[in-house]
């Protein structure tokens, strides 16, 4: 096999284009049929096979042996940590004993702020991110009950803490003084319909903000111009701004799938308090799928993601940029036909795998991306990475791990399924729970409640794929469980906690 040529130039040399050259070449030396592995040994020779044990070895040397000491830098990020390592652990099929996930419930709790909200560690200041890292992790090792968990949260003051973060726009602060941030509005979202204290109040207006922060290129900045002065009392009433709302910054990967998540989870409280479509705000859905297509690398990169227009790839992305495809799936993007409308999965164990040999892998190429992860995402001594030669961290090694899961299953947002929660699993009823809400909006409340809990739970696996392997590149030992889009959690976990909200067993936290 011919070496694949780099990426062409000008010309004209700079410190970029060298880097990019460098990254390529690389990235190169780690396919199996570059030349410098023709004479290597058979374990040294690179592979695609996913190391499962040593990867469960670098999670577990973090968790029972503490994180290194160039991880102090991260002591506000704490429950960002932790969560990293138990969804790796998750994606990998490993289940913590109860002893273990009793000790984790007990560090969760401890950073709970008594005015609402987790912070970064025990004292530390409240934070979106931090909450919805915390949030997560009680998703996968909570329980009801005494000591469990769930029954611990604070929901009221949760609530609380969301509303005293909100803008004059419709945005919200990350925490007390400061900045807004897109991705504080994914983290609030995601808690608040775990946690269902979602309300028509608390994402008024927010809509029209995470619209705004799509830019010229298609995907999403931080932030957008606010439109509003600011006041030096809560009590006075904000200047508006006239004149158009721009994005505030470049378009970003991240902050991308955090405004996707956050417009998908979005749209139950659009359509039932704004009945006129024609009233809706709009995101340029053209505009974000062309550019999410176009910053998967090529060949030579390959086929990994980058963050950023003319950026490096790297291992995050797979997850940040390749799993946006699935968020733009629930909007109409892209849409195939599934075997959620063949009539029962045997039917579809049935279909041989010959008969999907010529199936047309979408807008984004997933077995490049899985063999990126595989060749260049993987550490030789565990853990997961951005890129070679660059070591492993606990950031990298939880989404290089669910880009690969987004790469190996087609989850989608499931019609019956959610016809399924919506006539014999919900319970129609007010909420149970004092959120201090206005008599006017009762009823939206309860459409909208009902709507999102619907949307979040209603996602499910084309069983195709759940049952066959052809699509995973190194064979069926490579799987990896499935992660749900929205949430980043397993669709197992995120389906335990709607069971909870219906079972009645959050209701009892606030009298």
């Known amino acids: 096999m011919a ?11 700079t410190a970029t284009s060298r880097l990019q050259h460098d990254t390529e070449e690389e990235l190169l030396k780690h396919l199996p049929s570059h030349p410098e592995n023709k004479d290597a040994s058979k374990d040294a020779k690179p592979s695609t096979v996913l190391q499962k044990q040593k990867h469960m070895q670098f999670l577990i040397r973090n968790l029972m042996g503490g994180f290194g000491s160039r991880y102090v830098s991260q002591d506000a990020s704490q429950p960002w940590l932790l969560f990293w390592t138990l969804q790796s652990f998750s994606c990998l099929g490993v289940v913590l004993d109860p002893g273990n996930k009793q ?18 560690g025990p004292g530390q200041a409240a934070h ?24 611990d949260i604070d929901r009221k003051k949760v609530y609380e803490f969301f509303m005293s973060l909100k803008q004059p726009d419709g945005s919200f602060l990350v925490s007390h003084h400061a900045e807004v941030d897109v991705r504080g509005i994914y983290c609030l979202l995601v808690v608040a319909i775990l946690l269902d204290i979602l309300t028509p109040e608390l994402v008024e207006g927010t809509a029209e903000f995470v619209a705004s922060c799509q830019t010229y290129e298609g995907g999403f900045a931080s932030s957008s111009f606010p439109t509003y002065f600011p006041t030096s009392s809560p009590s006075e009433k904000p200047t508006p701004i006239p004149g158009p709302r721009p994005a505030l910054g470049e378009a970003h990967g991240g902050y991308t799938f955090c405004a996707l998540a956050a417009w998908v989870l979005l749209q139950p409280y659009v359509e039932a308090a704004i009945p006129n479509p024609s009233d809706r705000p709009t995101i340029n859905l053209k505009n974000l799928t062309r550019w999410l297509v176009q910053l998967q690398g090529t060949e030579s990169e390959l086929g990994g993601f980058k963050g950023r227009t003319n950026k490096l790839v790297d291992g995050c992305y797979a997850w940040w940029c390749g799993g946006s495809f699935g968020l733009l799936e629930a909007l109409g993007v892209n849409s195939k ?3 959620d409308n063949i009539a029962t999965e045997e039917d579809s164990k049935e279909k ?48 290089c791990l669910a880009g690969l899961s987004s790469a190996q299953h087609r989850i989608f947002p499931s019609k019956h399924k959610c016809e399924t929660f919506l006539n014999t699993k919900w319970k129609d009823g007010k909420r149970k729970t004092d959120l201090g809400l206005k008599e006017e909006v009762a009823e939206l409340d309860d459409r909208v409640r009902k709507d999102s809990l619907a949307a979040l739970v209603s996602w499910s696996e084309d069983p195709m ?3 066959t392997f052809w699509h995973i590149v190194g064979g069926k030992e490579n799987r990896i469980n499935a992660t749900h889009p929205i949430t980043n959690l397993t669709v197992t976990h995120t389906e335990d906690i709607f069971q909870c909200i219906l079972d009645g067993v959050l209701y009892v936290m606030i009298p």
């Open 465 to 467: 794929f759940a049952t």
């Open 103 to 120: 000790r984790v419930i007990d560090k969760v709790m401890r950073w709970q702020h008594p005015d609402g909200g987790f912070g970064g």
């Open 128 to 151: 979106l991110l931090t909450t919805y890292a915390s949030v997560c992790i009680l998703s996968m090792v909570g329980r009801p009950g005494p000591g469990g968990g769930w029954d």
């Open 3 to 13: 070496l694949l040529k780099l990426t062409p130039t000008d010309k004209y040399e």
């Open 352 to 399: 041989s795998e010959e008969e999907w040999d010529d199936f047309d892998d979408g807008l984004f190429n997933s077995k490049a991306l899985q063999e990126y992860v595989l060749l260049a995402g993987q550490h030789p001594s565990g853990g997961l990475r951005d890129k070679p030669p660059k070591p492993a961290d606990a950031y990298h090694t939880l989404y």
């Open 337 to 339: 036909p599934l075997s």
